[in-house]
């Protein structure tokens, strides 16, 4: 019978809790409506402890340039290059979603 209070072999990843990844989908049709000027737009505004990515398809097809913003699994739709400096001032600097550009399909209006 193994003891279940041994410590495991894999490497304790020390990473602060305020660290986020922004990923900006680049797919075909998040791409034809303007992705790519959106992600510029993150990539001009570094942010300390902000990872910003371009991925691959997040799957929301039709509703972009689609946003989402880890560990706090809330996703932008529509995202304009105009708008990223507001996702970044209330969402990434001040810890507050941005309710006008929440996805309504996993962020229903109340």
């Known amino acids: 019978m193994s003891n279940i209070n041994q410590p495991s072999n894999f490497p304790i990843i020390d990473q602060p809790s305020s660290a986020k990844c ?6 075909r049709t ?3 409506q303007g992705a790519l000027k959106v ?3 993150f990539m001009a505004l570094p942010i300390p402890d902000v990872t910003v990515t371009a991925s691959s398809c997040l799957g929301q097809c039709g509703n972009g340039p689609m ?3 880890l560990p706090d699994m809330v996703w932008y739709s529509g ?3 105009d708008e990223v400096s507001l996702l970044i001032e209330e969402h990434l600097l001040g810890g507050q979603r941005v309710e006008q550009m ?3 399909r996993f962020h229903p209006r109340k």
């Open 67 to 69: 946003v989402l913003i």
């Open 30 to 32: 998040c791409k034809k």
């Open 39 to 41: 992600f510029a737009a």
């Open 79 to 81: 995202v304009r290059p």
């Open 22 to 27: 922004v990923q900006v989908c680049q797919n």
């Open 102 to 104: 929440l996805y309504y």
